[in-house]
């Protein structure tokens, strides 16, 4: 039984190592060297090769990429049985908790300001807003999004949430759909972007939303670059409706030499870092995911083909 791993060569050998000690049985191998194809039975992909899926491996059983998100697969080459399963890490959702805390706070504190005085030699103060009068919102309340509010909970923030179907969250205003939208980006003074790509969120990050949004609120984008119209976000920075923006992920990564937010006094640029699988415990994640498999067992991070997530 084979497993191939397309992904990071590097984050590949770590993968190597731990399958071998925790599960010698299964033979572990590296895109493109995948041996007989027949054989194979689970791929760990970033990206998909460009072959049909069902052709190159007809007797593979489940799909599993390597990240928490999926809109990277383009899953229209897999076919339509075939369970697809994300990564589901906790080792992932600390790293990305700890970004929206470092990221809030840098705008709530106006880091983003206080960076571009010092450049300029400049010594000038702000007033401090207090926490209780910032309010933070979290656009996807899934894994990711909920343990980001988890940490943001003692800092004192009023918060809220925005996602498809409707919640009920100790603490924090809950939004739902795209009804619940407008309400709830007015109500944000800090907003950040958790949810997955599909063909509903493409875009959402607009002149529109940001037009919805008080005076002054700043944006955290860790979902994916599709979600934000470039063009959108530095016209608003730059008429000073919107406060400072902190991007990790853009819609070509890396953007190209002359893209605005390189370069932009209101941006903070990551190279999409908020959060990565570590293979240590993304290993261990997914061979589980194989021993549920095997017992027949649901599969943690099933992705629902329909919704897209
Ligand atoms: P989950 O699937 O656990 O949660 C997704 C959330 O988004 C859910 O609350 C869902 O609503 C909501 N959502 C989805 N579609 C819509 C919509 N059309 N309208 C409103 N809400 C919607 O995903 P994760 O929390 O694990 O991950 C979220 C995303 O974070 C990933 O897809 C990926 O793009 C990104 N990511 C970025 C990383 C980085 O380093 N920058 C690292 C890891 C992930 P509902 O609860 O109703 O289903
Ligand atoms: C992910 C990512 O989705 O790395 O895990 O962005």
């Known amino acids: 039984m084979t497993i191939v791993f397309k ?3 590097v984050r590949g050998r770590e993968w190597a190592a731990l399958l071998a000690e925790h599960a010698p049985e299964l033979e572990f191998r590296m895109w493109p060297d ?6 194979v039975r689970y791929l760990v992909a970033w990206r998909l090769p460009s072959e049909d899926l069902g052709t190159l491996f007809p ?22 049985h075939l369970p697809v399963a994300r990564m589901v ?15 809030v ?19 000038s103060e702000m007033r401090v807003v207090p926490a209780p009068r910032r309010r933070v919102g979290i656009m996807g309340l899934g894994s990711l999004g909920l343990a980001a509010i988890e940490r943001l909970r003692p800092f004192g923030f009023p918060l809220s949430g925005w996602s498809r179907s409707p919640k009920r969250i100790d603490g924090v ?8 939208l407008e309400t709830f980006l007015a109500s944000v003074d800090i907003l950040v972007c958790l949810i997955p790509l599909t063909p509903e969120t493409r875009g959402i990050l607009d002149r529109k939303a940001f037009a919805a949004m008080p005076a002054g609120a700043g944006i955290v984008n860790v979902g994916r670059g599709g979600h934000l119209v470039d063009a959108d976000l530095v016209a608003a920075l730059d008429s000073g409706h919107l406060g400072g923006a902190v991007i990790d992920v853009v819609s070509t990564e890396p953007p190209p030499a002359d893209h605005p937010f390189w370069d932009h006094p209101k941006i903070i640029l990551t190279p999409h870092v908020a ?19 095997q017992r027949g067992e649901p599969l943690v991070g099933t992705v629902d083909r329909d919704r897209g997530y």
């Open 89 to 103: 890490d906790p080792n992932l959702i600390a790293s990305m908790a700890e970004y929206v805390v470092m990221s």
């Open 7 to 9: 992904s990071d060569p």
């Open 105 to 123: 706070l840098a705008l709530h504190r106006d880091l983003i300001a206080y960076i571009g005085s010092q450049r300029a030699r400049r010594w």
């Open 173 to 180: 205003e809950c939004h739902a759909g795209p009804e619940g």
């Open 275 to 293: 959060s990565m699988t570590q293979p240590q415990t993304a290993a261990l994640v997914f061979l589980d995911n194989v021993r549920r498999h």
């Open 59 to 80: 007797n593979l059983e489940v799909l599993f990429s390597v990240a928490a998100g999926v809109d990277q697969l383009d899953l229209s080459t897999v076919p339509a």
């Open 34 to 39: 995948i041996g007989d194809p027949a054989a």
